[in-house]
């Protein structure tokens, strides 16, 4: 079983997928058009828009579409989890999804992180960007 993330950018797809490609290398593996299906799709969608897609990030495939094209993407009791590999990368990650976002939580070291923040991205994504420590022996099960 595998659970990935949906997002839905509510016809800023296209923007979204940009911007992930430069602020966290990510590689779009699959984009479909609504005009590239077979059926016509429901409602007033705009046909260049993204019906599906599915990119990249490390080792973790993200799926987006554009959705019903509302121009109002909500992304509400969800945050994405991002490891860092040091403090450096932590803050390249950090600032680069904070870029036109929101911080919710600036970088800063923590009981549990080298490196620990939390922000929503232009979009609305909420972010945590951290360097995972080791855990202990006696938390590993």
């Known amino acids: 079983m595998h659970v990935q993330p949906y997002l839905f950018f509510d016809g800023r797809c296209d923007e979204a997928l940009a911007f992930y490609q430069k602020a966290l290398g990510a590689e779009v593996l699959m984009l479909m058009r609504f005009q590239d299906s077979p059926e ?29 094209c509302l ?23 950090f600032a680069a999804l904070s870029d036109g976002g929101q911080v919710q939580m600036p970088m800063t070291k923590t009981f549990f992180s080298s490196r620990f923040g939390m922000t929503a991205d232009k979009f609305g994504v909420s972010w945590m960007v951290i360097v995972a420590q080791d855990e202990p022996a006696a938390s590993r099960a």
């Open 40 to 68: 016509p799709p429901m409602g007033n969608v705009p046909k260049d828009k993204v019906m599906h897609s599915s990119f990249r990030i490390g080792g973790t495939t993200v799926m987006a579409s554009d959705g019903h």
């Open 71 to 93: 121009g109002k993407p909500n992304f509400q009791g969800v945050s994405l989890s991002i490891n860092a590999a040091n403090d450096a990368e932590a803050e390249r990650l």
